[in-house]
């Protein structure tokens, strides 16, 4: 099955400054990658997504990247604010295979 | 619109009972998974449910656990004679149709074991 590996474990930033979250994943035949936001005690909130077909996509403050040669993704926030402070996981999916499969989490600390 | 709903949020059983957990889809949602978070840890497919259908119980333990979807009413996943291990997060989510990738996920239902 897919394995999906997620770097770093945690991170501390200052505020104001960007955060860059890596992923890895074994199946080359994975082409949707989701990256959800959990706060303590919450369900995971989907933000931003990427598809096999595109490299790179935007929403506001947050981007992802994807490479399918090195098979790798990563999660950009940029300006970050102290309430982007969460877990965030990254999660892989195969075409016609519905079920995600998931990083082990990154712990984002934004200090004021 | 309503999203996805979990009960109970919080659940606490003793070693040996049964745990039943409910999911209630989005409106629209047909299709409903669960996942179990364990603390520290990212989260682990369990089963994939349509209505009146199990798509893939690859990721439940074969033993104790199992999932329905009835025609009506919620999502149910049971775990019988619980043990401590069993002490998690269950999460459920939906989605609309086949073939769709995003999925959209409830409160979950933290069961403590003792």
């Known amino acids: 099955g897919e394995n999906v590996e997620q770097h770093p474990s945690t991170l501390s930033v200052q505020e104001g400054d960007s955060a860059v979250i890596k992923c890895t994943y074994s199946?080359?035949?994975?082409?949707?990658f989701p990256w959800y936001k959990q706060e303590l005690g919450k369900r995971p909130q989907l933000i931003i997504d990427i598809r096999s077909n595109v490299g790179e996509k935007k929403d506001q403050r947050i981007a992802v990247t994807l490479n399918k040669t090195a098979k790798h993704f990563s999660l950009h926030i940029t300006e970050t604010q102290p309430e982007d402070s969460a877990v965030y996981f990254c999660?892989?999916?195969?075409?016609?295979?519905?079920?995600?499969?998931f990083g082990a989490g990154t712990t984002v600390t934004v200090r004021a | 619109n309503a999203g996805v709903m979990q009960n109970p949020r919080h659940l606490v059983r003793r070693r040996g009972q049964e745990a039943r957990l409910r999911c209630s889809p989005m409106k629209g949602h047909s299709h409903v998974y669960w996942y179990r978070q364990l603390p520290e840890e990212g989260l682990k497919f369990m089963v994939y449910l349509q209505k009146e259908n199990i798509i893939d119980e690859s990721g439940m333990p074969k033993e104790r656990f199992s999932a329905e979807f009835p025609k009506e009413g919620p999502s149910i996943l049971r775990i019988q004679q619980v043990v401590r291990g069993d002490s998690a997060a269950y999460f459920c989510?939906?989605?609309?149709?086949?073939?769709?990738?995003?999925?959209?996920f409830g409160p979950g239902t933290r069961l403590t074991v003792t």
């Open positions: 999660a892989a999916s195969i075409s016609n295979d519905y079920k995600l499969s």
């Open positions: 989510a939906s989605s609309p149709r086949d073939m769709t990738y995003e999925q959209y």
């Open positions: 199946d080359s035949a994975s082409n949707y």
